[in-house]
């Protein structure tokens, strides 16, 4: 049984008969006194409740009465109603113990799915495994499609288990992790083990758009919009429509664009530029930053209301350093696409070489140490690797090239090439923030990101 609370007679008719058609039984009550009666009677399934029950509509009252069912069924999940003008209110009610919020006026099919949501949330859970890591990664295997992650360290296992558990939800995922440790494979793994796999999976990297250009990337726009509209243009949330929308580095966003983000994401609809009529969104939200968002919020550098809108579910992948005993898997990994792509069906690593890679620090995670393998096939000339192969390589690193000298001897590198180890070293010194990087090298961040595809960079996903 669900729980309606709202002092409004119309909200309660209306969410009950939602809620009976949708195959949910609700009771609904007007007062916070009548709710911790309910409550106290008979814990209910999950609770949808108001938070002005005042004229002052302060939602003092409300965030009280979230805090007595929270102490009276603490298992119990609650959906907070608010008008958009409140959602600060409805981000103290998250602090609070809420499990989501959704505004008034709200869309019966974006209500539904909040509610089927969060009831798979705390309904739901992926067993521990108490065996071998090797066996526990077998048995998640079993169960979901994760053969691009390769990796059976502790942590790694745990963030494996946390996609398997929100991948069947629509639950909206922030994805946090240095750069290089492989967030977007995380969130295609998501994607293709949701009810959605089927449906388009559209990557957006927003560091890469600057605020005059958002709403045209992401909404799209009709001929003749602007000066330079010469054609229709189909927006990534249309073109996500149906699945997932993959928006990476998210702490890169400007805050005028973040508003125009938590509106579509809050309410689900948005608008073609040049075209007035609203168009309605389906879909599944995933979020990767390699940013501290939380220490951006307290620094007023990232909307509150916007990080607990994206952050329903959190994801930590840990660095490569603080699981050294997947270098040695990651790295027959890597030989073994090595073999496929330059024929030399012979390459190995020597078991000395994995206990060198095993030692390193690897700033740059998993992209470094596929970078570091590579190289090392392309420059060595045997078939077993050895350390001495590793190191040779490594030592050109950018990651490794404190010591050598500012500018290479006159003749050894074209100006092209030093360009592109200026650009490594900066996203290493950096640890891939794409805006200190930009502004540290005197560029604008679109011109970086056409810089790095010019020379084969890759950048955070």
Known sequence: MFLIVDDDLAIRTSLKLLLKQAGYPAQAVATPAEALAAVREAAPRLVLMDLNYSLATTGADGL?????VKALAPQVPVVLITGWGSIELAVAGMKAGAAEFITKPWHNDHLLQTIETVLALHETAVPE??????????QLDQQF???DIIGQDAQLLHVLRQVGQVAATDAAVLIEGESGTGKELIAEAIHRNSRRARQPFVKVNLGGISSSLFESEMFGHRRGAFTDAKTDRVGRFELANGGTIFLDEIGELELASQVKLLRVLQDRTYEVLGDS???RLDIRVIAATN???AEMVTQGRFREDLFYRINLI????PALRER?????LLTQHFIAQLRATYQRPGLKVGTRALHWLREQPLP?????LKNLVERAVLVSGQEELGPEDFQANASQSPNHSATQSPLPSPGTMTLEELEGQMIRQSLTHYAGNISRVAKSLGLSRGALYRRLEKHGIPFDA
């Open 324 to 328: 050294p005993a997947d270098i040695p």
């Open 314 to 317: 959190s994801v930590r992948l």
């Open 277 to 279: 009529k609203p168009r």
């Open 364 to 368: 740059g995670n998993i992209r470094e």
């Open 129 to 138: 495994f108490q065996e071998t890591p090797a066996a526990s990664r077998r």
């Open 145 to 147: 499609q994760l053969a």
């Open 64 to 68: 009280a009465l979230l805090a007595q």
């Open 291 to 293: 940013r501290n968002l």
